[in-house]
């Protein structure tokens, strides 16, 4: 951004200078008005530079242009104050090519890089970023994407995503360790994720799966007494070679409660033995701690590949 003003006899007397005219040069695109509506000044006021630099730097805080700058010039007695602006590039096409798992609509949907819009590099790199995340959550680790930029010969820009997909990776196996008093078939059967069977490729590996089968293994727990449990974490472990996930959660079980003994206080209006059987004192019971039961099996180590993170949850 720049700012020119007058010089010489005129910048002696540019207290008593009047802005005569104010203009726009160089908007291809964005409308005058929208660029005169941040503008302060006003035709027939005092010329005043400070007022002039923060017209222009509130035109350029509209995110249209690349530079903006000012030129007063002598005008009828007075000064004309041009606002000369460079507009960006905008996207004029947007384009995928190498998708053949995925429609070109549904990648469309997934980022926020319209036609019409102002081109920003920003903007391009946060659009690769989301295909990315969106092919990770259907399964594709294996996903490379390239955006490239090409300029027509009016400065506008074309974003094409180049994309090669790779192999859709599956779970091979879930394996469950820490886990004593409930078997891996009953964790397993509470999980939104599912393993393969049968050579029957069942299961895709998607993230946001993993967070709620963390809460599905919790809650699962408490429903059996451990109220203390909590899941360490799971772990991912991918073979690139076989194209195949060994999904890894780690339990800590903590010890099982039970009702021990309900008592009743404060009955006053009836004897004891009028109050329901089902709502006695049960002093048949006694209050502890329940003994684990072991499982089906030793649980299996983790698959031998690439660790993507692991998260941790915990009551």
Known sequence: MALFVPTGRAAAQQRSI??????????????EAVILGRVQAKIGSPFNPSQLS??????????????????VEDFEGGVRVIFVVVERPFVRDVDFVGNKKVTTSELQD??????????????????????????E?????????????????????????????????TIDRIVIQGNKGLTDREIKKALATREREYFIL???????????????????????????????????????EKARV??????VEGPQYRVGEVTITGVTLFPE??????????????????GHQPQDGPASGHGQGEHLPRDQRGS
């Open 18 to 31: 009047l802005v005569k005219e104010i203009g726009v040069e160089g908007n291809r695109r964005v409308q």
């Open 54 to 71: 923060e017209d222009l730097r509130s035109i350029f805080g509209l995110g249209f242009f690349d530079d903006v700058q000012l030129k």
């Open 110 to 135: 997934k980022i926020d890089l319209k036609l019409g819009s102002v081109y920003n590099p920003v903007d391009v790199q946060k659009a690769k970023e989301r295909l990315t995340e969106f092919y």
């Open 137 to 169: 959550q259907e399964g594709y680790f294996e996903v490379q994407i390239s955006p490239e930029v090409e300029k027509f010969a009016d400065g506008d820009v074309r974003v094409v995503f180049s994309i090669n997909e790779g192999r859709q990776i």
């Open 202 to 240: 069942r299961g895709k590996l998607q993230r946001q799966k993993l967070d709620e089968d963390v809460e599905r293994i919790l809650a699962l727990y408490n429903d059996h007494g451990y109220v203390q449990a909590r899941v360490d974490g799971y772990d991912v472990a991918v073979d690139r």
């Open 246 to 251: 060994t999904l890894t959660f780690t339990v």
């Open 273 to 290: 033995s009028e109050v329901p059987a089902d709502h006695r004192p049960l002093q048949h019971r006694r209050p502890g701690v329940r």
